[in-house]
């Protein structure tokens, strides 16, 4: 049932779809063109951020012009639970669009390089996870029109990313995660597939509870 859903999102949009490939292939590149000190893991971030939020309101948008549409589609508690994992799923493909392309330009262009890139990808999944999963239950809850502009304070989640770099532990977990730095990233992982699941329960409550005719 998830992946039609899935199927209908990208088509009511489909346009937004080539641009999230186009960003998540061609922003890390212009970056380190225009911009080499915010190659690396601020440009597989902001391709990532801003392929979420632009595709997130181009959906929400065009649900918002028909909403008996969704009203009908998610007549029953069941596919009303569907319709909320689907675009937590989408999401995920997202990152995972821009997470491909990411690592393969880092073999090939210096400027993209990061120390390592297993870490990097946690680090910009649990980003992504905090600032969509934060973005959703409120756009369920109150709706595109007055959640619309929300979506736009998720770019300033690059500061999150130097706070966490800035972050100091003590002597002995530094060594420990130093010695064993594949135990950290997984860590980082699972606390962005927590923020996830936390989120995603959360927005059924919504909208399984939520009349949406």
């Known amino acids: 049932m998830i992946i039609p859903l899935i199927k209908k999102d990208i088509m009511i949009v ?19 063109w ?5 190659g690396g893991l601020y440009s597989f971030l902001m391709a990532v951020l801003i392929s979420s939020v632009a595709f997130n309101l181009a959906i929400s948008e065009k649900e918002n ?6 009203a009908l589609l998610a007549s029953t508690p069941y596919m009303k639970s569907g319709i909320v994992r689907s675009k937590y799923w989408l999401h995920l493909i997202i ?21 390592n890139f297993l870490h990097g990808a946690a680090i910009v999944f649990l980003i992504q996870a905090v600032c969509m999963g934060i973005l959703l239950p409120v756009q369920f809850k109150f709706g595109y029109e007055k959640t619309k502009f929300l ?5 300033l989640s690059p500061f999150l990313l130097t706070a966490a770099e800035n972050i100091k532990l003590p002597p002995e977990i530094t060594n420990y995660f130093n010695s064993t730095p594949a135990v950290l990233s997984l860590m980082i992982f699972a606390f962005g597939i927590a923020a996830w699941l936390i989120s995603l329960n ?5 909208v399984i ?3 949406l005719l």
């Open 14 to 32: 489909k346009g937004y779809a080539l641009c999230v490939i186009a960003l998540g292939i061609g922003l890390p590149l212009l970056l380190a």
């Open 34 to 38: 225009r911009q080499p000190e915010m």
């Open 65 to 70: 012009k028909y909403p008996k549409v969704t």
């Open 95 to 115: 990152y995972a669009v821009c997470c491909i392309p990411f690592f393969i330009e880092t073999r090939f262009i210096p400027e993209l390089a990061v120390d």
């Open 151 to 155: 979506g736009f304070l998720i770019f």
């Open 202 to 206: 959360i927005s059924k409550k919504i």
């Open 209 to 211: 509870n939520k009349d």
